[in-house]
């Protein structure tokens, strides 16, 4: 036990010359009565090993490899393994385990990962990485060589054989945290981050997909608790930016969301309590992916989700053509969203934008684009049809069976219609002030939409050409 002391000593005094010695420290067998191998992982030999480890600037590869074997032999140990372990996965992170384990018959395995640099979904270790470990080493070794370094002046002198070092290791953890790897997202065995910037990352979807909606749905709820630091915000955003990606990917993966009921999650996004217009407009994102899929498209009708996405035609302005690409995905693929975008007044909103000519040409194209799919419908567009022709005139009624580009054209220009209304700039801009008004109004009954009552009835409409007959007497 001593001459194993007084190596370490000797290794910690100079870790150059005395790494050349660690195949002398003799690890005991499981039968010693002894705890040598617990009094070197006091000692600090662990701590001496990770540097020897990380410092290749100062040890070839020869003696780091010899550390590595050691750290392994040292992991396996039934005196100390766990204790071993518990350090170096600790000072390392958890990516050194699978390495850890073979490093006795294959060492170079251990030193190649230290040394290597990789940002993956499933790996991060980087040149940042490594100096927060030498600088923590660095620290830590200080005090363990300056002792030693005394140890050795006084086994020469002839003193008493003295007390070792005692390093501290239980409490690493509280000194330590590798800030650079364990404040990473990390779900699931993934880099969340690395993932977003990774999209075609090949995963184990279904199990990854379960602990990544846990995360998000957990993060979520304590965003709506209160807690809007930056950092949980980033976290929520990764998050969705992750499952964009799988979905826009794996276009399946949309039923299992249906599956486990957290299509509603990505909706709940749309909810006034939810201030943040990045996480808004990557949930965006996401339900435009997932719209795609017809079963999607079945669960938002059965769900009246649309209620939530109307409102944001008049609240979200930065993100308008997401928004009314949303709906028109579910406009084209269910009848039932039709016939509630009428009943909830969404053709009020959607009638004010399309007439405002300070909004942009692409997206009053959209709009139109949107409307022409409604009067479409097979169940309702007739419906919708004579709606906006009573909003608007009756020469609307071929118009939205055009391109977009032409009805903004048609809608444009003067004319009279039959029943003696004249669409010209003065009525567009009083059929635009009304409909805004409306709009507002009606944004927040909406979101509290029964799903049986009409928010706008028709007859509201005679106000806008009653003014024009109260004007021409």
């Keep these: 036990a ?11 005094k100079d870790p150059i010359r005395g790494v050349r010695k660690i195949k002398s420290i003799k690890l ?3 039968k010693h009565k002894r705890p040598i191998a617990k009094e070197l992982v006091q000692g600090g030999l662990l701590l001496t090993l990770a540097k020897v480890l990380i410092d290749r600037k100062f040890y070839n590869m020869d003696q780091r490899k010899e550390a590595a074997k050691l750290c392994g032999e040292l992991c396996a140990s039934a005196a100390v393994g766990k204790d071993a372990s518990m350090i170096l996965n600790t000072i390392f992170s958890w990516q050194i385990k699978p390495h850890l384990s073979k490093a006795v018959s294959r060492p170079e395995g251990l030193v190649d990962f230290i040394d290597d640099t990789v940002d993956s979904p499933t790996v991060y270790w980087t040149d940042e990485v490594r100096e927060e470990i030498v600088g923590f080493i660095s620290k830590e070794f200080a005090e363990l060589r300056r002792h030693s370094e005394d140890f ?22 509280q000194r330590f945290y590798l800030k650079t790897v364990q404040s990473r997202l990390f779900v699931g065995g993934i880099f969340v981050e690395s993932l977003v910037n990774n999209p075609y990352f090949k995963l ?43 979905v826009t990917n794996l276009p399946h993966m949309v039923e299992q969301l249906l599956k486990m009921d957290k299509l509603q999650l990505v909706y709940r996004f749309f909810w006034e309590d939810v201030s943040e217009m990045k996480m808004k407009s990557l949930a965006l994102k996401l339900a435009n992916s997932c719209a795609i899929n017809d079963l999607a498209a079945r669960h938002v009708a059965q769900q009246r989700l649309i209620r939530v996405v109307l409102p944001l ?72 049809t004579d709606m906006m022709c009573e909003m608007f005139t009756s020469k609307f009624r071929g118009a939205f069976q055009s391109s977009a580009s032409i009805v903004l054209k048609f809608c444009d220009r003067d004319h009279y ?10 009525k567009r801009e009083l059929v635009q002030a009304f409909l805004e ?12 939409w029964n799903g049986t009552q009409e928010l706008f009835h028709t007859d509201q409409l005679n106000l806008i050409w009653k003014e024009e007959s109260h004007e021409s007497k």
Aim: glycine share 6%; proline share 3%; with cysteine.
């Design 152 to 173: 050795i002046i006084s086994v020469q002198r002839g003193d008493p054989f003295p007390l070792p070092y005692t390093w501290h290791y239980s409490r690493i953890r």
């Design 28 to 30: 005991p067998s499981q």
């Design 204 to 246: 184990k979807t279904k199990s990854f997909t379960m602990e990544l909606l846990a995360a998000l749905q957990q993060r979520f709820d304590n965003y709506l608790s209160g807690q809007k630091d930056s950092k949980h915000i980033g976290e929520i955003c990764l998050l969705i930016q992750a499952l964009s990606n799988m």
């Design 2 to 12: 001593k001459l194993n002391i007084h190596l370490l000593a000797a290794l910690c």
């Design 437 to 448: 008004k409306h709009a507002h109004a009606l944004a927040p009954q909406i979101k509290l």
């Design 417 to 426: 219609d039959s029943k003696g209304r004249y669409w010209n700039r003065g």
């Design 313 to 384: 035609l008049v609240t979200e302005t930065n993100s308008l053509e997401e928004v009314i690409n949303l709906i028109l995905q579910h406009v084209r693929r269910s009848s039932a969203v039709v016939d509630q975008i009428r009943m909830m007044g969404g053709l009020v909103i959607l009638g004010s934008m399309f007439v405002n000519p300070e909004l942009k040409d692409t997206l009053r194209g959209l709009v139109a684009s949107l409307i022409g799919a409604m009067t479409n419908d097979a169940m309702y567009g007739q419906d919708i």
